[in-house]
Nanobody, 123 residues
Framework: QVQLVESGGGLVQAGGSLRLSCVAS????????MAWFRQAPGTEREFVAA????????YYSDSAKGRFTISRDNAKNTVYLQMSSLEPADTGAYYC????????????????WGQGIQVTVSS
């Protein structure tokens, strides 16, 4: 069973930056497509960004495009989300997710999830 552990969240002012990290246990990380989702209170979990297992093709939501960058380091079993130009609307719990066969924007198709980490952007 793959375990995912996020880190790097916190409180930041609007316009600032944060980098989230997600470390996976086990030896199958290189077989997983990886993604970040987020969820604000009272809303559904929404897709933010994804990176394919190979050749590392990336996908972004419209709100993330141009401000966020997803990347992965298979040698470290880690996926990153570099976030810049943060806005209060980016506030929420951010979740790392992984799956072998996924529909990029569909949370139901990912079968490995982290516990989530809070990102709060103040205005």
């Amino acid at each position: 069973q793959v375990q995912l552990v996020e880190s790097g969240g916190g409180l930041v002012q609007a316009g600032g930056s944060l980098r989230l990290s997600c470390v996976a246990s086990g030896r199958t990380f290189n077989l997983l497509n990886m993604a970040w989702f987020r969820q604000a209170p009272g809303t559904e979990r929404e897709f933010v960004a994804a990176v394919a297992r190979y050749p590392f093709t990336t996908y972004y939501s419209d709100s993330a495009k141009g401000r966020f960058t997803i990347s992965r380091d298979n040698a470290k079993n880690t996926v990153y989300l570099q976030m810049s130009s943060l806005e209060p609307a980016d506030t929420g719990a951010y979740y790392c997710a992984g799956g072998r066969v996924v529909n990029w924007q569909s949370a139901r198709t990912y079968n490995h999830w982290g516990q989530g980490i809070q990102v709060t952007v103040s205005s």
